[in-house]
């Protein structure tokens, strides 16, 4: 699919611990964007790199982008049961208009 | 500011029957959207609008219908309710730089919960 896929599909750790979630894509974008889902909720963004930037972050947030590689990764350090979410990203892909989301990343912080 | 409102927030329909579901954001942003978010598949485009009175296909059209008659509002219509269109339902928002491929986030609504039997 064009979405690509993020991996893994889900992922318990406890609290404290590190979390890393990938996001793989398919053709070229403008921007990578990482959202989060709480359960019944709508989608939030939390951050947003463009492709011509590698790293980039925000508080406990720090997400990475290879354009060789079409992938990106998102790190939440010192995690905390509140972070607890499904996890996406959205390709805003080069000549589209619109956001491709991947199927997320459940994550469960055990306190 | 109230960001980006969806109503209604549940509905149960018959196979058969229609609705609209009514997307409002007050952040005066070109770009709308409409999403399903059905287990295991992530969130996929219906249909999507760049500007008032403008519409777009997305990557799941079939059954659907929208209309931007203004620029704060984006409905989604459903003609004939069939249960593969039991699913929540998400709209969301973006300010857009035309012509400049920036990019800027995207405001979600709560979602609308829809269920056909």
């Known amino acids: 699919s064009q979405q690509g896929e993020e991996d893994p599909q889900a992922l318990s750790i406890q609290e404290g611990e590190n979390a890393t979630m990938n996001c793989s894509y398919k053709?070229?974008?403008?921007?990578l964007q990482w959202y989060r889902q709480n359960s019944g909720r709508g989608l939030v963004h939390l951050i947003l790199?463009?492709?011509?930037?590698r790293e980039k972050h925000s508080g406990r947030l720090r997400v990475t982008l290879d354009t060789s590689k079409k992938s990106s990764s998102l790190l939440i350090t010192a995690s905390r049961a509140a972070d607890t979410a499904s996890y996406f990203c959205?390709?805003?892909?080069?000549?589209?208009?619109?956001?491709?989301f991947g199927t997320g990343t459940r994550l469960t912080v055990i306190p | 500011n109230a960001g980006v409102t969806q109503t209604p927030k549940f509905r149960v329909l018959k196979t058969g029957q229609s609705m609209t579901l009514l997307c409002a954001q007050d952040?005066?942003?070109?770009?709308m959207y409409w999403y399903r978010q059905d287990p295991g598949m992530g969130l996929r485009l219906i249909h999507y609008?760049?500007?008032?009175?403008?519409?777009a296909k997305g990557e799941v059209p079939d059954g659907y219908n929208v209309s931007r008659l203004k620029k704060q509002n984006f409905l989604l219509g459903l003609e004939s309710a069939a249960p593969s269109q039991t699913s929540v339902y998400f709209c969301?928002?973006?300010?857009?730089?035309?012509?400049?491929?920036?990019?800027?986030?995207?405001?979600f609504g709560q979602g609308t919960r829809l269920t056909v039997v």
């Open positions: 959205a390709k805003d892909q080069t000549g589209a208009n619109n956001l491709f």
């Open positions: 969301a928002s973006s300010l857009y730089f035309q012509g400049v491929h920036l990019g800027t986030e995207a405001f």
């Open positions: 952040m005066n942003h070109e770009y």
């Open positions: 053709t070229s974008i403008n921007n």
């Open positions: 790199i463009r492709s011509n930037e």
């Open positions: 609008s760049v500007g008032e009175g403008t519409t």
